[in-house]
Structures are given as C-alpha cells and as structure tokens.
C-alpha cells in the first residue's frame, strides 16, 4: 500500500503553486480559450497543428540523447541494466517501453525495467499521493539492488517528481549512470543526473495535462535510448529486428520474412533454417549466409559477442 506523505501545509502548498507557475507545462496556451466552443474538424485541425513542434523539441536535445544512449549502453555492455523511473503517465511510458524490449530484442526480462510510482497497480489506475514520496523512489532502487553498473533514467514532464529525484539520488549514491528526462529546462532532477535530457514542448493543448506533448516527446525519447542501445548491442543487422522472439503467429512469421529479406531465400528455405537452428533469426540467416553447420552458430554467434554481422565476416 503506497505511503501517504505527511498533509501538506498552507504554506508548502503554496511555494509548490509557485513552482509549478514557472512551469511550461503547466503554462495555458495562448488561442485555445473557446477550445470547447470549436466543432470537431477545427478540434482535430487545432490539436495536430499544437503538437507539430513536439520532434523540433526533441531534435533539440540529441546531443543529450546521444551521450545517454552511450552511457547506457556501456553500462548495459558490461553485464548492467537500463532502469526507468517515473510517476503518471511518465511511469507508465518507462514500463512500457521496458516491457517491449524482450519480445523485440529478445533480453531476459531484467534487463530492461521499468518502475512506477505506486507500483504494477498504478500502470492502470492513479494510487494517490504515490509521486509525492521521495522515499519510495530510493526504496525502489534499493529492493532490486542497483549497483554502478546500472543506468537509471528518471522520467518526469515537470522535472520535479518527488518519487523520481529520491530515485535519482539512491542512484547517485550507488554509482550507477543516471540520466533525467524532463519536459523542463533547468529542472531539479536535471541539476541531479549524470546527463539532462531536456525536451522543451511549451504548454500543452489541455493545459497541464501532461500526457499530451509532453507524453508524446518522452516516448519519442525512451524509444530512441532503448532501441539504439540495442542497435549498439549487437540486436539488429542493418534495420531487421534478428533477435525478436517469436511468441505468436504474427513474430513467428516475421522471423520467416526476415531471414527471407536477409538472404534472398524463399519461404520454405527460410522455414527450414529456422527449424535447423531453434527458431533463432540470427543463426538461421547466418547458416544461409555462410554455410556453417547449424550446430555450431550459436557458438559462432557467441564468438562474435552475439553480433551477426561480425559473425558473418568471421567466417569469410
């Protein structure tokens, strides 16, 4: 059961209206005062030309994004994980992203976590006060045991997330890379990570309702460190996705299509390397690839740190 805070006083309560006054994102945007006036084709017009700017915003922050991604997967090179952190919507796009990994990538579930404020409970429905509690973000950390060789990326649109900066600071604490994502310039957890990636979006089209602009920046941004770091792992050969696991009907005939696209093979031959090999997409396009027996490439794979293209040319 989530802990709530002590009651916030009069004057706490306050200086928190202050801060969040100096907020973008909980600024109102300028033009949208008769929004509920408007008819359903001026709404839909209105909505997608607000959030035009949301990739500028981010493109804005790549070189962040690019020395995260670095870190990360140094960090994830060496035996580490990729930890999400965040309350709300933020929370709830860090799980996402980290539940995604292991059927595209193939990683073991641990390698990749996501965890939110108020627990599994509060992916579907808001648990109360639950990003308030700085203590819970560190408890968190510390009941999976992150080490320095972890990376923990705090999620937060207004950058001052209790849950998460407790978070930020445990991590700091253990060594562990950290990295801030936050819709904010200047936000207090940038001030505590490693890196800051900071994604300016302005105010959102319902004002501060952060799972607007703000959500849409952050996923952009969480599918770029993860998919990248796997990139940089070994877990694509060019664009293809060769390590995804093919848990139903649709991935197990992508893995066909891929082997197919990687060797120029027909359906059946592509099947049949996939048999030979266990389902594996990698091994099957390397023994198409280079004629080695399929009982030795997972070992040729191993070998070759689980990258097919130096696999490959290993065996030239």
């Not at 033009?31 to 909505?47: I, Q, R």
């Not at 929370?91 to 992203?97: F, P």
Request: aromatic share 2%; charged share 20%; glycine share 12%.
């Amino acid at each position: 059961m989530t802990e709530r805070p002590e009651p916030t006083d009069a004057d706490k309560l306050a200086d928190l209206r202050t801060v969040l006054a100096g907020l973008q994102t909980e600024a109102t945007a300028e033009g949208l005062d008769g929004l509920d006036t408007f008819g359903t084709e001026k709404l839909v017009a209105t909505m997608l030309s607000h959030s035009a700017g949301v990739h500028a915003a981010v493109a804005a922050a790549a070189p962040a994004i690019v020395e995260t991604v670095d870190a990360v997967a140094e960090r994830l090179g060496r035996g580490g994980r990729l930890i999400y952190m965040g309350a709300g919507t933020a929370g709830r796009l860090g799980v996402l992203d980290a539940s995604e990994c292991p059927p595209t990538f193939g990683t073991p579930p641990g390698l990749v976590v996501g965890l939110i404020a108020g627990g599994a409970q509060a992916i579907q429905k808001p648990v109360e006060y639950a990003e308030d509690n700085a203590t819970a973000g560190a408890r968190d950390l510390h009941d999976i045991n992150v080490t320095e060789a972890d990376a923990v990326v705090g999620i937060t649109a207004s950058g001052r997330t209790p849950y998460v900066i407790g978070a930020l600071e445990e991590a700091r604490k253990r060594g562990a890379f950290t990295a801030s994502l936050a819709c904010n310039k200047g936000s207090a957890v940038g001030h505590l990570a490693d890196v800051a990636i900071d994604v300016e979006v302005g105010p959102e089209f319902i004002a501060g309702s952060t799972r607007l602009n703000s959500g849409t920046a952050q996923k952009l941004v969480l599918n770029m460190i993860s998919t990248l770091t796997m990139v940089k792992l070994g877990k694509t050969y060019g664009n293809l996705m060769v390590d995804l696991r093919a848990t139903n009907e649709k991935l197990l005939a992508r893995s066909q299509r891929t082997v197919q696209h990687a060797t120029g093979v027909s359906a059946q031959e592509a099947a049949a390397a996939l048999d030979s090999v266990g389902g594996s997409v990698k091994a099957a396009i390397l023994v198409l690839l280079t004629g080695i027996d399929p009982s030795a490439a997972k070992a040729a794979l191993d070998d070759a740190g689980g990258f097919l293209r130096r696999a490959i040319e290993n065996r030239k």
